[in-house]
T-cell receptor, first 113, second 115 residues
Framework: GQQLNQSPQSMFIQEGEDVSMNCTSSSIFNTWLWYKQEPGEGPVLLIALYKAGELTSNGRLTAQFGITRKDSFLNISASIPSDVGIYFCAGPSTDNYGQNFVFGPGTRLSVLP | EAQVTQNPRYLITVTGKKLTVTCSQNMNHEYMSWYRQDPGLGLRQIYYSMNVEVTDKGDVPEGYKVSRKEKRNFPLILESPSPNQTSLYFC??????????????FGNGTRLTVT
């Protein structure tokens, strides 16, 4: 089935720094979603991207849908302690008649005060 | 408050003892799904349901059963749990399946340990 790869696996940054992470696939996705999971909770949708080349912001978060449709990027500006969590990219699989979301393994973000 | 509710949050059981994890949503969503989350593997879909009485296998359905007798409920059943089913389980729902502007809403998870 389709797979998503995320890098880096984990990152430790100082409060106030900007963060960049990416998600890649060997196959094309028509939608890219970015979720954040905080400890003890379920993932929460941050940003949804629906067109190749699209750049979308949500507060300090900005995500881009890669032109090749095989990648997406998430940037966080001026990080704060509450940005801590695991960030997942996801997209609808073309398997199961497109009724399955494929998730990447996640990027674990730690913010040091 | 719109939400997906799973119970229990934590469950420890022994091999072979049947268990059910309940999931309920109050958003009148048609689509519901179960995922398991394991370190380094992200979330993998177990089963999904497009509507009442309509269920289908995801990527890792072996050892699990589901039912969708009512729109709001989607229980996950482990008839004979084994240690390799120790995991963090999430139920999720969306308005109308995987489509434009129909994102998944997740519950808070059930941590299952099978000894």
């Amino acid at each position: 089935g389709q797979q998503l790869n995320q890098s880096p696996q984990s990152m430790f940054i100082q409060e106030g720094e900007d963060v960049s992470m990416n998600c890649t696939s060997s196959s094309i996705f028509n939608t890219w979603l970015w979720y954040k999971q905080e400890p003890g909770e379920g993932p929460v949708l941050l940003i949804a991207l629906y067109k190749a080349g699209e750049l979308t912001s949500n507060g300090r978060l900005t995500a881009q849908f890669g032109i090749t449709r095989k990648d997406s990027f998430l940037n966080i500006s001026a990080s704060i302690p509450s940005d801590v969590g695991i960030y997942f990219c996801a997209g609808p699989s073309t398997d199961n008649y497109g009724q399955n979301f494929v998730f990447g393994p996640g990027t674990r973000l730690s913010v040091l005060p | 408050e719109a939400q997906v509710t799973q119970n229990p949050r934590y469950l420890i059981t022994v091999t072979g003892k049947k268990l059910t994890v309940t999931c309920s949503q109050n958003m009148n969503h048609e689509y519901m799904s179960w995922y398991r989350q394991d370190p380094g593997l992200g979330l993998r879909q177990i089963y999904y349901s497009m509507n009442v009485e309509v269920t289908d296998k995801g990527d890792v359905p072996e050892g699990y059963k589901v039912s969708r007798k009512e729109k709001r409920n989607f229980p996950l059943i482990l008839e004979s749990p084994s240690p390799n089913q120790t995991s963090l389980y999430f139920c999720a729902s969306s308005l109308e399946g995987i489509s434009y502007n129909s994102p998944l809403h997740f519950g808070n998870g059930t941590r299952l340990t099978v000894t």
